[in-house]
């Protein structure tokens, strides 16, 4: 995995306003359907990151569980972020080639 390019990307994507930051707006994001894949840091065993990991899975959704809640904060430039959404399918293919 090449998680220095993948952080890139995603921060690209932030830029071009195709990233949704927040459980809140994920799942109202999930429930339309516009999601293409979640990436969450699963570490904490709160009730918030179960709940999306049930909603991605209800919702056939690719949740990545590959960064860190400060790696995700420095995608986005805030502080605690612990879920991302994407929901552009183009950048969702470019993503899924760092992974792999």
Known sequence: MDKEKLISTLGLAYRANK???????IVK??????????????SDDSDSARQI????????VPLYNVLTSEELSKICSKHNVKTISLHDNGFHELVKKYID
């Open 29 to 42: 994001e999930l429930k339309k359907k516009n999601i293409s894949c979640v990436f969450s840091d699963l």
């Open 53 to 60: 990991k049930n909603k991605c899975d209800y919702y056939n």
């Open 19 to 25: 990233i949704t930051i927040g459980y809140d707006q």
